[in-house]
T-cell receptor
Framework: DSGVTQTPKHLITATGQRVTLRCSPR?????VYWYQQSLDQGLQFLIQ???????AKGNILERFSAQQFPDLHSELNLSSLELGDSALYFCASSVVGDNQPQHFGDGTRLSIL | QQQVKQSPQSLIVQKGGISIINCAYENTAFDYFPWYQQFPGKGPALLIA?????SEKKEGRFTISFNKSAKQFSLHIMDSQPGDSATYFC??????????????FGRGTQLTVWP
């Protein structure tokens, strides 16, 4: 068990809808990262938050947004969903410091019908 | 553009054999190279990691070999076991102050160890 909790485990919705994925980092970890895993693109970095502030952005679509709350949990919001958004979404967390290990949750599988 | 290239895509090894997975990178700013193991239905789990100031790191049956001049690194799994059957990802990261630790992943290698 990595200590990173993601909910829900599975999400099935339709095109055009909006969903929210939730992540609780390991106790003490201030950094949260979001990754998307798909057959086409592999594991791709989306966005990072550190102690409530956005710190780095990857190839995240404008339809996607995230935030980190004062209790350090994070949410990834996906809107105007398209079929191509179907993927596994992983959250990872780490402590502060150079290249500290990132610990991944078990992901949310998003299926767009 | 894939910043970390991984091969092979799949690998079948007999129990007790050596599994070798290779990765290559172009960006010399990378200074941290972890390997992750992923089982179906689970998230990637950190297996072992190396920095470019050492050429080899061993943890149990897992060894990373690192060739800085060739910009290549590899994972060796000695005495491979059926329980090692999983997908393995190499990754790379830049130092703090650049993109703050985001991981660039290879495309993964699906390892199957036959009993």
């Amino acid at each position: 068990d990595s200590g990173v909790t993601q909910t829900p485990k599975h999400l099935i919705t339709a095109t055009g809808q909006r969903v929210t994925l939730r992540c609780s980092p390991r106790s003490g970890d201030l950094s949260v990262y979001w990754y998307q895993q798909s057959l086409d693109q592999g594991l791709q970095f989306l966005i990072q938050y550190y102690n409530g502030e956005e710190r780095a952005k990857g190839n995240i679509l404008e339809r996607f947004s995230a935030q980190q709350f004062p209790d350090l949990h994070s949410e990834l919001n996906l809107s105007s969903l398209e079929l191509g958004d179907s993927a596994l979404y992983f959250c990872a967390s780490s402590v502060v410091g150079d290249n500290q290990p990132q610990h991944f949750g078990d992901g949310t599988r998003l299926s767009i019908l | 553009q894939q910043q970390v290239k991984q091969s092979p895509q799949s690998l079948i090894v007999q129990k007790g054999g050596i599994s070798i997975i290779n990765c290559a990178y172009e960006n010399t700013a990378f200074d941290y190279f972890p390997w992750y193991q992923q089982f179906p239905g689970k998230g990637p789990a950190l297996l072992i990691a190396i920095r470019p100031d050492v050429s080899e790191k061993k943890e149990g049956r897992f060894t990373i070999s690192f060739n800085k001049s060739a910009k290549q690194f590899s994972l060796h799994i000695m005495d491979s076991q059926p329980g090692d059957s999983a997908t393995y990802f190499c990754a790379a990261s830049k130092p703090r102050g650049s993109t703050l630790g985001r991981l660039y992943f290879g495309r993964g290698t699906q390892l199957t160890v036959w009993p």
